[in-house]
């Protein structure tokens, strides 16, 4: 290991890991809110049945641990414990499931050498902030994005194949998936990316054409904080990728560098967290009206919807000039408890529609 990469390394591991993914508390407080909406009804037996003893909150970071599988140690599981909230996921039996299902969805997409794991690639899209939907065919949409995962996972659900190239086996893998699709697709910053010039201006890759050069990663490439006055001397390998996607061994929510732009959006505030959703919580997330259409054209719908929250997300926000391969920008002052009251209402929306299509699903 070069010496500038171990200083770095040795640095980041000795800083708290920030929230990413709506961290798991973000994740389980969705399921939280979909299990009390179908406690009593058909759709809850049917739900506990699959899931053998484990729980939707459990489970909520499912797809996110099983990124801890290593496709390059013959798809192992190499850091069992690493994380606590994959622990009830980490028994002989669960770490087999989970390497099984790595297998199948690691390269079976269209891929550049370069690409994540098709699996890796399931949990968002990057429609540019300009578009008021989404739209399969836009600049960042590809038919293995967060609306095709979640559309191909209730497609199992049902009890129906999904569509290639997903390689989803059986109802029990659609739940897990599902339960932690509904949160990716709900997380503004998972849909929704703005796409900058070399000046920090705004481009429209749908109209300009796509410059790979202007892609933020869905704010990933975009730095909390004052530019320096030279380019950051950061290795490009601590630098690259997406907070809650750290490279082929990267598994949810280990985070190294400096703070950005996405992962402030996938952490929730403790006030979001699963131990504060009450009654009140509860009903409001019962009043989210049923989405209209086939359980299988929700998730476009969806998406749409987080689109607009995501330029919400970039509202008030100025950025400098590109230094390497990352911008900078400064958060306003009330940044923090616009985002909180965002984050909110899709936590609460994502909780409703995960109970409804289980509904949908197993309705007797």
């Not at 370069?114 to 578009?131: F, G, M, P």
């Not at 949409?141 to 609306?147: E, F, G, Q, S």
């Not at 796509?210 to 909390?224: E, Q």
């Not at 230094?323 to 900078?328: A, D, E, V």
Request: aromatic residues 8%; contains cysteine; positive net charge.
């Amino acid at each position: 290991m070069r010496p500038l990469i171990a200083a770095l390394l040795t640095a980041a591991l000795a800083t708290p890991l920030a929230a990413h993914a709506w961290g798991p508390d973000g994740h389980r407080t969705v399921a939280t809110l979909a299990q009390q909406l179908i406690a009593g009804k058909p759709a809850a037996a049917r739900v506990a049945a699959l899931l053998g003893g484990l729980t939707l909150p459990q489970v909520a970071v499912w797809a996110d641990c099983a990124k801890g599988v290593s496709p390059s140690q013959a798809y192992g599981y190499p850091s069992p414990g690493k994380f606590p909230e994959c622990a009830p996921l980490e028994t002989t039996a669960g770490i087999a499931e989970m390497s099984d299902y790595v297998r199948r969805n690691d390269l079976n997409c269209p891929r550049q050498p370069a690409d994540e794991s098709c699996h890796k690639q399931y949990h968002y899209t990057d429609v540019a902030l300009q578009r008021s939907r989404y739209l399969l065919g836009f600049t960042g949409t590809h038919a293995w994005d967060i609306v095709g995962a979640t559309q191909a996972a209730i497609l199992m659900l049902q009890g129906k194949p999904a569509p290639p190239p997903f390689s989803f086996k059986s109802r029990r893998e659609a739940l897990l998936l599902l339960t932690h699709y509904l949160g990716d697709i709900h997380q503004p910053l998972h849909v929704g990316s703005v796409y900058l010039d070399a000046q920090g201006r705004r481009v429209d890759p749908d109209k300009t054409g796509f410059d790979p050069a202007t892609f933020t990663v869905g704010g990933n490439s975009i730095i909390l904080g004052k530019a320096p006055l030279a380019p950051p001397a950061l290795a490009p390998e601590l630098d690259a990728g997406r907070d809650d996607l750290q490279g082929e061994e990267g598994q949810g929510f280990a985070f190294f560098g400096p703070p950005k732009l996405h992962g402030s959006w996938d952490g929730v505030p403790t006030s979001l967290d699963p131990a504060h959703v009450n009654l009140a919580w509860v009903q409001t997330a019962k009043a989210v009206p049923m989405t209209k259409g086939l359980p299988t054209d929700w998730p476009a719908v969806w998406a749409s919807g987080t689109l607009a929250q995501s330029g919400k997300a970039f509202q008030g926000l100025s950025f400098s000039a590109k230094q390497g391969s990352r911008w900078f920008t400064t958060l306003p002052g009330d940044y923090s408890a616009r985002a909180a009251t965002i984050k909110k209402q899709q936590l609460t929306l994502a909780g409703a529609r995960l109970a409804q299509v289980l509904m949908a699903a197993f309705p007797n």
